[in-house]
């Protein structure tokens, strides 16, 4: 799987939106990006994935440049429990493919 | 519909014992996925399901770990003789072929004594 390049740490007032970067120049065409997050100690938690077009869902935006080497993760209306460890994933979708956790950006959301 | 469930939550054993942790994956998933956080290390995958066979093994840290997977519905992960460095949170996941997001547990908070 690419490697992503996330940074380390970002913080956000509470009800504005997070956007979340991550690089991952090497992406192969096959590969797609995930979003994980992780809440203190608890099971990491799915949020939302794409190959090339943007997605929404309940929880978050995902836009990825037309060149796909890059993405950002959108929390429209961040709020305290949104603090967490969040990670960008590039991932072969199919049975075969596990997930490679980063060290991911830890983002705080402020009061 | 239930989610993925571990047991148990915590385990404290003495170095040389055997622990064994169980996974249920959600229902109707046919992939079963091992993890597990060290303590300040990134998350790293252990072993990989499909159904019951394993597909992919390879990042279980050495003999001493033994999962299992019999008729493709819930998993365990043995671990015999427990270590020090076997300390950690193990967590498992599940997903349904063919891509789409994997499901975790809760974890496994496993200390060696």
């Known amino acids: 799987d690419a490697k992503t390049t996330q940074p380390p740490s970002m913080d956000c007032a509470e009800g504005r939106a997070a956007n979340l970067p991550c690089n991952h120049s090497?992406?192969?065409?096959?590969?797609?990006v995930y979003w994980y997050r992780q809440i203190h100690s608890q099971g990491p938690q799915y949020i939302i994935h794409g190959l090339k077009n943007n997605e929404t869902n309940e929880m978050a935006s995902l836009i990825i440049t037309e060149d796909r080497k890059s993405s950002t993760l959108i929390l429209p209306h961040a709020t305290l429990r949104d603090t967490a460890v969040y990670y960008c994933?590039?991932?072969?979708?199919?049975?075969?493919?596990?997930?490679?956790f980063g060290k991911g950006i830890t983002l705080s959301v402020r009061p | 519909e239930a989610g993925v469930t571990q047991f148990p939550s915590h385990s404290v054993i003495e170095k040389g014992q055997t622990v064994t942790l169980r996974c249920d994956p959600i229902s109707g998933h046919d992939n079963l996925y091992w993890y597990r956080r060290v303590m300040g290390k990134e998350i790293k995958f252990l072993l990989h399901f499909v159904k019951e066979s394993k597909q992919d093994e390879s990042g279980m840290p050495n003999n001493r770990f033994l999962a299992e997977r019999t008729g493709g519905t819930y998993s365990t992960l043995k671990v015999q003789p427990a270590e020090l460095e076997d300390s950690g949170v193990y967590f498992c996941?599940?997903?349904?072929?063919?891509?789409?997001?994997?499901?975790f547990g809760q974890g496994t908070r496993l200390t060696v004594v």
């Open positions: 090497t992406i192969s065409g096959n590969e797609y």
């Open positions: 994933i590039v991932r072969v979708t199919g049975a075969n493919s596990k997930l490679t």
């Open positions: 996941a599940s997903s349904v072929s063919g891509g789409g997001g994997a499901f």
